[in-house]
């Protein structure tokens, strides 16, 4: 093994003689001037890159970026005033529904109380006239029942006076008789 790292040792020893000094070629100011040209060769490479190809390309996507942003801001605008409409709209339309509604139903509380109305004054008007009847009948019963009264009362005499006295007497004396005792 010794005698690898030797050998080792005499090629890194030979390799920096040939280069003249064992330091960093960074470093070495003869080395400058080339690095120096290198350097500008491949920045000035790099800035034609970026400036021909990459830059435009990058400013193209940003510049439809913001119009695709200020498209959009604007749709999003004109969205929203049309939602604006259509929510008046339609507020407008609930208020008039509302009122046609409240209308219909006073129409409708107006009919029925109407209705009822005319139903009732033609009950009281049948209830009257079949009261009107009722009493009616009660004065033709009453007037029948006083007629019956007087027969019964004629008869009624007759058969006192003939129980009492044994005599008989006639319907008209009867009749006269019980016309005494009514008044």
Same mark, same amino acid.
């Given at each position: 093994m010794a005698e690898t790292a030797s050998i080792t040792d005499t090629a890194n020893g030979a390799a920096a003689a040939a280069h003249g000094s064992g330091g960093l070629p960074q470093f070495d100011l003869s080395l400058w001037p080339g690095q120096i040209f290198w350097l500008l060769v491949v920045f000035g490479v790099f800035y034609l890159i970026l400036d021909k190809v990459l830059l435009p390309r990058i400013s193209g996507l940003i510049k439809e970026r913001r119009q695709t942003i200020e498209s959009n801001a604007f749709e999003a605008q004109t969205l929203q005033g049309e939602i604006e409409a259509a929510r008046h709209r339609a507020d407008s339309a609930v208020a008039e529904a509302r009122a046609r509604g409240a209308q219909l139903a006073s129409e409708a509380r107006k009919s029925v109380e109407a209705d009822i109305a005319k139903a009732k004054n033609e009950s009281e008007a049948s209830l009257a006239k079949d009261i009107e009847a009722a009493e009616q009948k009660i004065r033709d019963a009453q007037a029948k029942a006083m007629e019956s009264v007087h027969t019964i009362? =004629?008869? #009624? *005499? *007759? =058969? &006192? #006076? !003939? +129980?009492? *006295? %044994? !005599?008989? &007497?006639? %319907?008209?004396? =009867? #009749? +006269? =008789?019980a016309a005494r005792t009514d008044a």
């Open positions: 009362a =004629a008869d #009624v *005499t *007759t =058969a &006192i #006076v !003939q +129980k009492l *006295t %044994g !005599q008989n &007497i006639s %319907g008209d004396e =009867a #009749v +006269k =008789a």
